[in-house]
């Protein structure tokens, strides 16, 4: 035995030094049954061995605790007289062959040789049955063991979960991978009212993506605002503006003088001239109703006189419609179609051959006051809430807006030339004064009144005070030196229109009831009277030097 005799008493590294039993002393109650050995352990590549020493005979044995041992390393044969020999395979390879064998009833033999089942039904046919699923098990999809899912999918799920039992791997990967009918068939095979919803389902599709990238390019303070005031304003119009229609109702455009009907009365042509002198058109309180206008479908939200002359009305009513009247010939001349939702403001330029019209709809139309057509469409997609033409130039207009900004517009490009951003809450009046050039002052909710230099987006002055109320309206002073502000206290407060802007503490009117409504004032030419509405629908004078 080379083995064997390969270890010897000198390998001092290998073997620990045996262990000489201690003699017993001769008894004769004792009986040796076996002769007396030694036991050393070694360990070498993972095996422990236990050798043994007949200390008769002097010879060493030894028998592995793991693994099979030969007892004749050439061969030997088994009880039916066939040659037996041993093979070592490692332990998965035993495993899957003892697992397949359980479940097809054969297997691979440690020489490679099959090994069949002839117990427990395994007929050729099942068998061969068994082959077949094997096969089709193989064509299965192969899915990657790296993904980690809570659940355990297989066969079992439905011994467990019952009819609730979640999709396998295997069914939602052919639901994710089928062909659909479109694909099978193409879209001709699909049934008209399929067609059209798929119709319908793409458009409302584009129109949410293009939505969505007004908001993305929207800033996150203005969502934020919109937001905010959405119970106060009204629904924004998904629909595109209507087309604008105009139509005549006087008896004709034309005169046969060739005037437009818009030329004011002979006897006004000297009001026309810019350096006449108003002071002896004296004006006093009315004393009765001398006419009422009639037409609209809704009620007026805002009246307008023709500049200078005054000889025509312009009216912007809840029904979406303005309206012009002659005054004179007290009749409807021209009526201008072109919102879905009420008129908020009506502004003329500075000579009334056009006019701005500003709606809930989000959108301002510049309109030819003659013909009726449409000039120019603007629009920021927020609520407009005054507008005013620049005194000096009718190519610019500002427009207070309900997102806290004033924007001015250029009238020829449709173009936003100049933002004011620095109210904090909705924009309600805007005039124009003569201070070393012009300026523009503004009210707003946030009861604060700030003047700005012309395009210059930094207001040069605050006026605020922990007394002062919100001031919805404002109107100028004939003489420029004073401009009035409706305060929502029912009160009328004047203001110095220049120089420091100082509120006139002394000089205030009240005895009417204006809170909570937004009621215009005006003043006569003379500047003798300050006429205001009220909410009960009364209509107030004053006389502007005695405050009665």
């Not at 007289?81 to 297997?107: L, M, P, S, V, W």
């Not at 193989?138 to 009819?163: C, H, I, M, N, T």
Request: proline share 6%.
């Amino acid at each position: 035995m080379d083995l064997i005799g390969g270890y010897n008493s000198n390998s001092d590294d290998d073997f620990t030094t045996p262990m000489e039993p201690k003699a017993r002393p001769s008894d004769s109650r004792f009986l040796k049954a076996a002769p007396p050995i030694s036991i050393m352990t070694k360990r070498k590549h993972g095996n422990e061995l236990i050798v043994a020493r007949d200390p008769s005979s002097n010879q060493m044995i030894e028998a592995p605790i793991q693994g099979p041992q030969a007892l004749d390393p050439q061969s030997r044969k088994s009880q039916s007289g066939e040659k037996e020999e041993n093979f070592q395979f490692d332990h998965n390879t035993f495993k899957k062959q003892r697992t397949k064998f359980q479940r097809t009833g054969q297997a691979l033999g440690p020489n490679q040789e099959p090994v069949v089942r002839t117990t427990l039904g395994y007929t050729p046919k099942r068998l061969e049955e068994f082959e077949k699923t094997d096969k089709e098990r193989l064509k299965r999809p192969k899915f990657d063991s790296k993904d980690k899912d809570p659940l355990v999918y297989g066969s079992d799920d439905e011994a467990v979960y019952g009819v609730w039992a979640p999709p396998s791997k295997e069914e939602r990967w052919h639901a994710e991978n089928g062909m659909s009918d479109i694909q099978k068939g193409g879209l001709e095979s699909l049934a008209p009212e399929q067609l059209a919803e798929r119709a319908y389902i793409k458009e409302r599709d584009r129109l949410l993506g293009v939505q969505e990238e007004e908001k993305e390019e929207q800033p996150a303070w203005e969502r934020l605002m919109d937001r905010k005031m959405a119970h106060l304003l009204p629904p924004t119009m998904d629909k595109e503006a209507i087309e604008p229609k105009t139509s005549f109702h006087g008896p004709e455009e034309v005169n046969y003088k060739g005037e437009s009907w818009m030329a004011p009365p002979s006897g006004m042509a000297s009001i026309l001239q810019e350096a006449v002198d108003v002071d002896h058109h004296r004006c006093f309180v009315p004393k009765k109703c001398v006419h009422r206008f009639t037409g609209n479908a809704k009620g007026i939200h805002r009246i307008r006189l023709f500049p200078k002359t005054g000889h025509l009305l312009l009216s912007g009513g809840l029904d979406g419609v303005c309206k012009v009247w002659s005054v004179a010939e007290k009749q409807l001349m021209r009526t201008y179609e072109g919102h879905r939702a009420a008129v908020r403001d009506v502004q003329f330029n500075n000579d009334g051959t056009k006019f701005v019209s500003a709606s809930f709809d989000r959108i301002l139309r510049l309109w030819d006051t003659e013909s009726g057509n449409v000039l120019q469409t603007f629009g920021n997609k927020k609520v407009p809430y005054v507008v005013k033409f620049h005194p000096h130039d009718d190519n610019f207009f500002v427009v207070g807006c309900s997102d806290n900004k004033i924007v001015t517009y250029d009238a020829t490009t449709a173009e936003i030339t100049q933002e004011y951003n620095h109210h904090l809450a909705p924009v309600n009046a805007i005039i124009f004064v003569e201070d070393n050039g012009t300026k523009m002052v503004s009210t707003s909710d946030d009861k604060k009144v700030l003047v700005w230099e012309w395009d210059i987006g930094v207001p040069v002055k605050y006026i605020s005070d922990p007394t002062m109320h919100s001031m919805p309206c404002m109107v100028m002073h004939p003489s420029n030196q004073f401009f009035v502000t409706q305060s929502l206290d029912n009160t009328i407060c004047v203001f110095q229109a220049g120089n420091r802007f100082a509120m006139q503490k002394k000089k205030k009117f009240s005895g009417h009831q204006v809170a909570g409504y937004a009621c215009e004032m005006t003043v006569s030419p003379d500047g003798r009277f300050l006429v205001s509405g009220d909410g009960k629908g009364k209509l107030f004078f004053w006389d502007w030097k005695r405050h009665k």
